[in-house]
T-cell receptor, first 111, second 116 residues
Framework: KNQVEQSPQSLIILEGKNCTLQ??????????LRWYKQDTGRGPVSLTI?????NTKSNGRYTATLDADTKQSSLHITASQLSDSASYIC??????????FGTGTRLLVSP | DAGVIQSPRHEVTEMGQEVTLRCKPI?????LFWYRQTMMRGLELLIY????????DSGMPEDRFSAKMPNASFSTLKIQPSEPRDSAVYFC??????????????FGPGTRLTVL
């Protein structure tokens, strides 16, 4: 069964600190993995996308890693800001079309 | 570009009433997706269209749900009759291509539906 699991479910960090969000997947055949950021009351917005051959991808203070052997991905946020408070969703594409969504990690950056 | 447009943004209705959610995809996008999001289940794909044709509706929970795309710039998701368990945020998304590196789905702001 195709599944994407994210951890932790929620996280509170102090402004300026770093944090890492985890995504484990069992999806076949693997096509790509994308991290979305979803602000409260808004739709998800893509942060990064990685294919099988990519190990890391950065977007400003966001850095995603992918280990295709262990089927794990992480999203690292550096020097967190209050605006980073959001839900972060890991999405894996299986084959040509089907997307498998994780339930997300809710991050709160506290001043 | 205004992005994906959804209306209404909020809908409160009573059980048994018909609810219609509307979506205007980004111009030039030939894929349109309807999602439902709840705290318990996260994002779930309900149905998607390619060039106005429904391709996969296996995520539609039951016959009370129906979706149409009469043209490239408009789609509706209808719930009739609505039930309290349908309360969720419904997102519409569109994309240029289904697979490959250009397959990013652009999401609308969502419609928050509350069925009393």
């Amino acid at each position: 069964k195709n599944q994407v699991e994210q951890s932790p479910q929620s996280l509170i960090i102090l402004e300026g600190k770093n944090c890492t969000l985890q995504c484990n997947y069992t999806v076949s055949p693997f096509s790509n993995l994308r991290w979305y950021k979803q602000d409260t009351g808004r739709g998800p917005v893509s942060l990064t996308i990685m294919t099988f051959s990519e190990n890391t991808k950065s977007n400003g203070r966001y850095t995603a890693t992918l280990d295709a052997d262990t089927k794990q991905s992480s999203l690292h946020i550096t020097a967190s800001q209050l605006s980073d408070s959001a839900s972060y969703i890991c999405v894996v594409r299986a084959g040509f079309q089907k997307l498998v969504f994780g339930t997300g990690t809710r991050l709160l950056v506290s001043p | 570009d205004a992005g994906v447009i959804q209306s209404p943004r909020h809908e409160v209705t009573e059980m048994g009433q018909e609810v219609t959610l509307r979506c205007k995809p980004i111009s030039g996008h030939d894929y349109l997706f309807w999602y439902r999001q709840t705290m318990m289940r996260g994002l779930e794909l309900l149905i998607y269209f390619n060039n106005n044709v429904p391709i996969d509706d296996s995520g539609m929970p039951e016959d009370r749900f129906s979706a149409k795309m009469p043209n490239a710039s408009f789609s509706t998701l209808k719930i009739q009759p609505s039930e309290p368990r349908d309360s969720a945020v419904y997102f519409c998304a569109s994309s240029i291509a289904a697979g490959g590196p250009n397959n990013e789905q652009f999401f609308g702001p969502g419609t928050r539906l509350t069925v009393l």
